[in-house]
């Protein structure tokens, strides 16, 4: 069976275990199906998410061009606290950025090989800890607007981690009983004086459910510089397909590449 598609995030469904599809073209495949089942990759084109063009992937699927002027690659996607459409101005486009910025934001704690904070909508629990690789996750405040989630999240940064390292988060390693909730009591008194009043305790931890097991060891490959890259699919987590001998593909990292799947 043969597939051929511009590449994009794996989409998913909290379920035990977690539910994945491949969002090839928009065609749906269910990668849990796949397990033990050796999968062929060929790299045949570029495809930007945003304006089409077969353009190089620059970063995040988008062309470079795209990259610095599209609204949806903005430096708010990676640095909240940068946003500004609560003051009703724009950086790239303003609609645009009001209709993800304006809406209520989750700060939270997760671990994903070490404990991290992050941000994100609440629209997007739990996908944004699935995309994330997080064994637990766990809110600790619930803000207006994604400024307001920046700048706790700036605060937090000053303790906490803020970005995953893949590989400790591929190793899955973490003791039973890690409790997010010791966290959330220790990085209170590091909120900002004038946002403490986001914080918020009524949140359980959640623990998310992988079909995956860490394999002895951990190795990326790039379509990149592997542009024909096959192996059996053994599991998954966060974005990352694993593959036997502890080969990992990192989905949301080839976004906007046009691929041939065989499988």
């Known amino acids: 069976m043969k597939f051929c598609g511009q ?13 994945y599809y491949l969002n090839l073209s928009h065609d749906l495949i269910n990668m849990n199906q796949l397990f033990g089942k050796k999968l062929k990759w060929k790299h045949v084109g570029f495809d930007c998410v945003a304006c089409g063009g077969d353009e190089r992937i620059f970063r995040m699927g988008f062309c ?8 949806y690659a903005s430096d708010t996607i990676i640095r909240p606290e940068l946003s500004t459409a609560h003051l009703d101005i724009g950086d790239r486009d303003l609609e645009v950025e009001k209709a993800m910025q304006l809406h209520p934001h989750i700060v939270y704690l997760a671990y994903t090989g070490d404990v991290k904070v992050g941000v994100t909508r609440r629209s997007q629990i739990p996908t944004r800890w699935i995309d994330q690789g997080a064994t637990f996750a766990l809110p600790i405040a619930e803000t207006d607007n994604r400024y307001e989630a920046g700048m706790i999240e700036v605060a937090m940064k000053e303790h906490l981690a803020d970005k995953t390292n893949w590989r400790k988060m591929l190793e899955d390693d973490y003791e039973d009983d890690l409790d997010l909730a010791d966290f959330r009591e220790k990085v209170k008194e590091y909120f900002p004086d004038n946002f403490k009043n986001f914080y918020s305790h009524a949140h359980e931890m959640m623990r998310l459910d992988f079909p995956y097991e860490a394999p002895e060891k951990i190795t990326s490959v790039s379509l990149d510089k592997n542009p024909e890259f096959e192996g059996v699919l053994r599991g998954i987590k966060g974005q990352y397909l694993s593959f036997d001998g502890g080969t990992f593909l990192n989905v949301r990292a080839h976004e906007g590449y046009v691929v041939e799947l065989e499988i």
């Open 7 to 19: 590449l994009l995030k794996m989409t998913t469904q909290n379920a035990k275990p977690i539910q």
């Open 64 to 71: 470079k061009r795209c990259f610095y002027e599209s609204p």
